[in-house]
């Protein structure tokens, strides 16, 4: 049974990532959706990752290609069979940690340069606020509060590295550094849900 709980929150986490690539959240991860979150991480890297320009087109197609769309290049994946992927990409223990580590110091690049990454810079709770509004849109009040209540202080670009790490790689349920960048997360889950029961009450409303 606890083996069935681990396998299903990490399945909830990897959604959860699913969602944050997901950009209109449509349940397919498509071109349009990487130029979106391309965009999105393009702000963060000017106002956090002291980066003056983006990462080059062919470095943030390749990790698209290499990471996210496994039906082959620039072919669309809906969420869940990215979801079903990772879940097996993940499942062999020996080998979870180095794989996540990969995909997401890879993913990092976009944001932030190496000289952050080397110096360990620290970030506050507004820029994390910030970090969190422009990249799923999560509510600042949410984003305060797990701030205050989860993450360490000071808190550094580092942990936001190995906390990422750890949301794809860890299953157990009360692992501190798993549960950090999740509980900002499970936030989109709430949002995706509003809008689908908006646009259920939109269709129920046509039919009258």
């Known amino acids: 049974m606890f083996l069935v709980t681990e396998r299903w929150f990490l399945r909830r986490k990897l959604r959860c990532w699913a969602k944050l690539l997901d ?15 391309n965009a999105k991480l393009e702000e963060l890297c ?17 990790w698209w290609n290499e990471h996210i769309f496994k039906h082959g290049e620039g072919k669309d994946i809906s969420a869940e069979e990215y979801v079903n992927y990772m879940e097996g990409y993940m499942r062999p223990l020996g080998e979870r940690h180095k794989r996540a580590k990969l995909l997401i110091e890879q993913w990092f690049k976009f944001i932030f340069t190496d000289e952050v990454l080397k110096n360990n810079t620290i970030y506050g ?5 910030k970090f969190w509004t ?3 849109r999560v509510d600042e009040s949410h984003s305060r509060k797990m701030y205050v ?8 670009v580092k942990d936001f590295l190995q906390d990422f790490i ?19 997360i499970k936030f989109i889950e709430y949002l995706a849900l509003l809008n689908f029961n908006q646009k259920a009450y939109a269709a129920k409303l046509e039919k009258y």
């Open 23 to 37: 950009a209109d959240q449509d349940g397919v991860i498509s071109q349009a959706d990487m130029r979106a979150t």
């Open 46 to 62: 000017r106002l956090f990752g002291a980066r003056t320009d983006p990462l080059s087109a062919d470095d943030q197609k390749k």
């Open 125 to 129: 709770e507004l820029d994390f606020c």
């Open 134 to 136: 422009i990249l799923a």
């Open 149 to 156: 209540r989860n993450f360490p202080t000071p808190f550094t």
């Open 166 to 184: 750890s949301l794809l790689s860890k299953d157990e349920f009360f692992d501190e550094n798993s549960n950090r960048i999740f509980s900002v």
